[in-house]
């Protein structure tokens, strides 16, 4: 909301909602890294806007940046209804991440996933969204910079890989000069184009 985000795709024609997931924000109930509690609250939110009479099925994108990119592919691997995703600095193979982070800021993730999860390796791979990517149809747009020191580039040119081999339609965005922050500027063109795309507007 702050970033002016919703406002923007509000004043081109789109309903936009933000959600919080629990544990963080002002959403109640215990952080689970992505995993299936954050993932029902999210499917929950847009399940009452459809009730609502708000939102459209079929004609859902979901954007998420950082963890919430992972809620993002998450959701749409389980869901074929999703229209499109936008994955923006996404960690994508939980494992990966875990055995070798590379900056203090991604051991740190590491340690916040290991205390949401346990670190079980069946935890870890049920909320990697590499391990589901054969199931994502939705178009997918994924942004991530070239030094970014708490995701893995290659993890984001691997999921549009085996995206688009199994049938799906995903295109990477890789900005070589910025790392996780991608600023709003730099990235809203893109983004606004990819949802004109989905929607057919």
């Known amino acids: 909301m702050t970033w002016g985000v919703l406002d923007r795709a509000a004043k081109r024609r789109y309903l936009a909602v933000s959600v919080s997931q629990p544990g963080y924000g002002g959403s109640s109930g ?3 890294f992505c995993g299936t509690q954050t993932q029902h609250a999210v499917s929950a939110v847009i399940a009452k806007l459809q009730r609502d009479g708000v939102a459209t099925p079929d004609k859902v994108v979901i954007e998420g940046i950082s963890r919430g990119a992972l809620v993002a592919g998450l959701i749409a691997a389980h869901d074929q209804s999703i229209a499109g995703i936008v994955l923006i600095s996404g960690l994508f193979d939980l494992s990966q991440i875990i055995s070798n982070p590379k900056s203090s800021q991604a051991r740190f ?23 589901f990517a054969q199931n994502i149809k939705a178009a997918t ?33 890789m900005y070589p000069y910025y790392g996780h922050q991608i600023p709003v500027k730099v990235r809203e063109s893109e983004i ?9 507007r």
Do not use: C, W, Y
């Open 30 to 32: 215990p952080a689970d």
């Open 109 to 131: 993730i590491a340690q916040t996933i290991k205390q949401e999860t346990g670190g079980g390796s069946e935890a870890l791979q049920e909320r990697s969204v590499l391990h």
């Open 141 to 173: 747009l994924i942004m991530n910079g070239e030094k970014d020191d708490r995701t893995d580039p290659e993890q984001a040119r691997r999921l549009a890989t085996v995206i688009n081999a199994s049938g799906g339609n995903a295109r990477t965005i």
């Open 192 to 200: 606004d184009q990819f949802i004109d795309a989905v929607f057919n």
